[in-house]
């Protein structure tokens, strides 16, 4: 298995993904609030993992440039006509990953990355990556899945048994407490962890790091 079968399956599943509805509309816009709040006009914004450009399609209007990115061509296809429908000036869509893109030079404010994290095979390589990405003192904000600290059943036996008929993507296992570590191992010191969730206590914490300078 590799990022192209991770694609691959995204490709699949993107007009379903599309057509869902948010589980927790209130805790989503939360989030939004919370992260429209962190957000300045001038600053130059990589969102990660934006799926079919909901999320980004609501926060680019507030800033200098936004660029939204998956790994899923279908994805950000879907992205690309909610686009030309609703056009934010500052907002573009791109088919990469944060390791391809942190080739280039660190230009960015902030990096957003939301249910993203455990969706990715080498956790710690891509908070190294979005280090890169960032100038100094620059925010990752993140709200992240933490599969260790959810039932066991669903991580021991539901979630292997539905990717292997291909009905689950690859996700990474951690808890809160790891996550935590591995963003500050990576160079960060984290600012805040919150939980936004109004449909009781769920393991996705909302994380604000700040790149060290």
């Not at 805790?27 to 990589?46: K, N, P």
């Not at 902030?110 to 100094?136: C, E, K, M, Q, W």
């Not at 690859?170 to 500050?184: K, T």
Request: glycine share 8%; with cysteine.
């Amino acid at each position: 298995m590799s990022i192209v079968n991770d694609a691959r399956f995204w490709d699949r599943t993107s007009r379903k993904y599309a057509k869902a509805a948010i589980s927790d509309q209130a805790g989503y816009e939360r989030t939004l609030d919370r992260t429209h709040a962190l957000l300045g006009q001038d600053m130059r914004v990589l969102e990660l993992g934006c799926g079919t450009g909901t999320t980004a399609l609501r926060l680019a209007g507030g800033v200098q440039a936004y660029l939204a990115t998956d790994i899923s061509a279908a994805m950000i296809a879907i992205a690309e006509e909610k686009h030309a429908a609703d056009p934010v000036p500052a907002l573009a869509f791109r088919v990469t990953t944060a390791e391809t893109l942190a080739q280039e030079p660190a230009g960015f404010n902030a990096v957003l990355g939301f249910n993203y994290l455990h969706l990715v095979r080498d956790v710690p390589a891509t908070l190294f990556s979005i280090h890169a990405l960032l100038v100094p003192g620059g925010l990752f904000i993140s709200k992240t899945p933490c599969l260790g600290n959810m039932n066991a059943l669903i991580r021991v036996v539901l979630l292997p048994a539905m990717r292997a008929i291909g009905k689950a993507p690859y996700v990474s296992v951690f808890a809160a407490a790891d996550l935590d570590r591995e963003i500050r191992a990576a160079g960060f010191d984290i600012l805040a962890m919150e939980d936004h969730s109004t449909k009781g206590t769920e393991a996705r914490p909302y994380i604000v790091a700040r790149k060290k300078s």
